[in-house]
């Protein structure tokens, strides 16, 4: 049953949705009469209450992708599918301590305070003090945010890992990073980070992805991905099952790595074809590298790749 002070989304019977806050007193006029928020609170989710007309109106209950798209913004958009799939790649759960910066509009930081659970902790940096206070206000309207910690600070005087008030020395497991330049960061994401951590970027523009790629390939990092994700809809029709017209196509470019020291006895085992050695080679040039100085050092012919596989 729904509560005062709960979020509600009611709904007409010509499917526009309302969400709203149920507050005593504070009723609903619509076009089709007046909802009473008394009758509200004594309507089970997925029932119907009426207006004082007598027409219908279905009380449902938002879920976590509603809070997330209900949120007020003065900041790029992130749809619940770039979320979903970044909490998923950072591991994002009970007990574990994530970073994120900026904090924007807060809506990431809703979902990382809902999938972080009671013993989670998440430290949410924003230098623009408009977007930390808009970050604090969302996080609270949506309910959540008991595990959050808000900084206003610049992340150019790193993560705080020796700030008795933030890490206070207690490396993180995971950072997102949404920033503008987040190359010039990475050592401060390093110095705040478990080794082996996951590490998570946003850009909207092909330039700075690459730029941000040439940044990585000089640091400790491996398994890099470049992704977007595309959402298309389809008609639930049983008898004309078909796409819909409109889709949520690009949004942004995802970024992924993990921090891993490298090391020549590990490249050496790794044998290229002809196509990865003109890749490499050029990654080396690309360095200022010398292309014999890794890989191919050892005889790779004997390595067990067997083990390996499926």
Request: with cysteine; net charge negative; proline share 5%.
């Amino acid at each position: 049953m729904p509560q005062y002070g709960d979020l509600a989304y009611l709904t007409s019977v010509k499917g526009k949705k309302k969400l709203l806050r149920i507050k005593e007193n504070e009723d609903w006029q619509t076009q089709h009469g007046l909802v009473k928020m008394e009758d509200v609170v004594n309507t089970p989710y997925g029932s119907e209450v009426k207006s004082s007309l007598g027409v219908p109106f279905r009380v449902e209950r938002p879920e976590l992708f509603d809070l997330i798209m209900g949120i007020k913004r003065q900041t790029q958009i992130m749809y619940p599918k770039d979320m979903g799939y970044i909490c998923m790649k950072l591991g994002v759960g009970n007990g574990r301590t994530i970073l994120e910066a900026g904090s924007g509009s807060g809506g990431l930081t809703i979902a990382l305070s809902w999938f972080s659970g009671e013993k989670g902790t998440v430290h949410t940096f924003e230098a623009r003090e408009e977007f930390h206070k808009l970050a604090k206000k969302n996080v609270a309207w949506a309910g959540v945010g008991h595990n959050v910690h808000f900084h206003h600070r610049d992340i150019a005087e790193g993560f705080g890992i020796d700030d008795p008030e933030i890490l206070n020395g207690k490396k993180a497991d995971a950072l997102f990073l949404d920033v503008r330049i987040p190359w010039d960061y990475l050592d401060h994401a390093l110095a705040a980070l478990v080794p082996g951590a996951p590490i998570a970027f946003l850009l909207p523009c092909v330039d700075q992805v690459s730029q941000l790629l040439l940044a990585l390939e000089k640091g400790p990092f491996e398994n890099t991905e470049v992704i977007e994700i595309l959402v298309r809809p389809w008609k639930p029709v049983p008898d004309r099952l078909r796409p819909a017209d409109r889709m949520c196509a690009h949004t942004c470019f995802l970024v992924f790595t993990k921090h891993q020291e490298k090391s020549q006895e590990w490249d050496s085992y790794i044998k290229l074809g002809t196509r990865e050695r003109k890749q490499h080679a050029a990654k080396m040039k690309r360095l200022g590298l010398d292309a014999d100085d890794s890989f191919g050092a050892q005889d790779a012919d004997n390595f067990e790749t067997e083990d390996f596989q499926d």
